[in-house]
Every structure is written in C-alpha cells, then in structure tokens.
C-alpha cells in the first residue's frame, strides 16, 4: 500500500491511498488542476484514480470534485447525508457517478479494503476512513473536535495515520478570529489542537507504527515546527520517541513524499 497527502490545510485537502490495483483519492479540496498537478508530482495518473471519497461537505474538501468527476468519469463515494449537503458550486455530479458508503460500512476493492467510521465536527455525517491491505493499514482522521475511545480503539496501531493537529490553543486565542469562530475550534465539533492531538496519539501509537503525518494544520493559528514539537514532547512524555515512530510534516500547497508502507515481511528482512 502507498499513500501520499496532496495538499493539507484550510485552502485545501486531498490525499492519495493506492496498491498495485486501485488507486484513491480521500477528498478534493483543492482546484481540479492543483489535484491533478499533486498527482502527477507523484507520478499518479489521475485517469487510474478508481474513486473519490469525501469526509464531509466543507469547501476545503471537496472543491475539485465536480470537475473530476465530470473530467474523469471518477466515482465517488459518500454517505447519503453528506450527498445531500453538497453545495452547489461543484456543479452537476451524475447519478451514475454517486455511490453511497454508509458511515460504519466496511468495502472491498481489489486487495484494499476501507471502512468508514462517525467522527465528531460540525457537519452533516463526517467521517474518517481506515484502509487495509491484508494485515497492513492506513488510516486518516482530520476534523475533528475531540478523539472518542472508540475511534481510538478502531485506528490503533495503523502503520500509517494522517491524524489531525489543527492549531495551538494560545495561538488561536490571541488570533484576529472572532470570538464565535473561536469558540466553534475549540468546541467537540471543531478541530483538534496540537496538545489533545498529541495526547490522542499517545493511546493511539502502536509497535507496528511506522510514520504519523500531522495534518490540517492552521496557517494563522499554528506553524509546523510548533505542531511537531508539541506532538514530540508529549509523546515523549508517554515514553514514545522518534526512534519509535516518524513525526511527519504535511503542506498546504503541495505533496508528501509518495511513501510505501513495509510490511512486517519486509521489515524481518531489513533487519
């Protein structure tokens, strides 16, 4: 399984997951050219991309998938709720191309398999998704206010997470936002900070993780070497250092690494 974060932030999110089969994109936050130049920066063909699959409505997740959709004759994939909220300006999606996934569904396609499950933010039925590769998993979690045992249980121990560290707490306070836009952050259904991102985390990290890749992170109210040094110590703190697992950067305005997850096979002959 591969994977790579497109593009990640409050103009914009997109993430590629993939194997030798299928190819996804987990939102479309971003322009249709601006998706197509993050794939092809990875050498992805957005022609082989088998299906969208949206978190929730919000603009900074599903801006480009109209124009995808139509360009590409791409499916995508949404809980019903989610389908009913999309606004208008991503323009006509056929009927053909919507494909209901249920919130709590589990799907097969090809040799990935990927679950959807609830999480909490302010918008019709968000969701997160877990993929699997027989006994390989990726999982990616962003918007959301709080982190339930539940959806803690469920990620576990994912090789790879793209997991949420939206702003720190200060930053935020002291910003130009209004008070109402504020008080939405910081509430169960806004996003998670950089501290109950790391303390999450610290449940959350297993033996088997290979890389954590901070995602979502505000441009006003957080900066990168603030998000890693707040996840690291508290994280440290748990006994969980670097030598354990990777702290990775993500970017608003281009893409990760395209990066392979090694197997527990793989990682015996490393050694």
């Known amino acids: 399984m591969k994977y790579s974060v497109l593009a990640s932030g409050s103009t914009g999110n997109s993430i590629y997951v993939g194997t030798e089969n299928v190819n996804f994109l987990i939102d479309a936050g971003l322009s249709g050219k601006k998706i197509e130049e993050g794939l092809g920066k990875i050498g992805v063909d957005p022609k082989k991309i088998d299906g969208i699959l949206i978190t929730h409505e919000h603009d900074d997740h599903i801006k480009g998938i109209g124009v995808l959709a139509r360009k590409y004759s791409i ?4 809980n019903e709720k989610t389908f009913a909220h999309l606004p208008t300006h991503v323009g006509k999606i056929e009927e053909e191309s919507k494909y209901i996934f249920e919130t709590g569904a589990v799907r097969d396609f090809a040799d990935l398999q990927i679950e959807s499950f609830a999480i909490s933010h302010d918008a019709a039925e968000p969701v997160g998704y877990l993929f699997r590769q027989d006994e390989l998993q990726v999982s990616v979690v962003t918007d959301l206010g709080y982190v339930s045992q539940k959806i803690k249980q469920k990620i576990a121990g994912s090789d ?4 949420e560290a939206n702003h720190d707490v200060e930053m935020l306070r002291m910003s130009s936002y209004p008070w109402s836009i504020k008080q939405r952050i910081l509430s169960d259904v806004g996003h998670l900070s950089n ?3 790391g303390e999450a985390l610290s449940e959350i990290i297993s033996g088997d993780t ?9 441009r006003e109210n957080n900066l990168p070497e603030l998000a890693k040094l707040t996840v690291k110590n508290i ?5 969980i250092t670097e030598q354990d697992v990777q702290l990775m950067d993500t970017y608003f305005n281009g893409p990760t690494a395209l990066e392979k997850i090694i197997s527990k096979k793989e990682k015996v002959g490393l050694k």
């Open 235 to 239: 994280l440290e703190d748990y006994g």
């Open 195 to 197: 501290e109950a991102s």
């Open 75 to 78: 499916p995508i994939y949404a």
């Open 210 to 218: 290979q890389k954590v890749y901070l995602a979502h992170l505000s």
């Open 160 to 163: 790879a997470l793209i997991f």
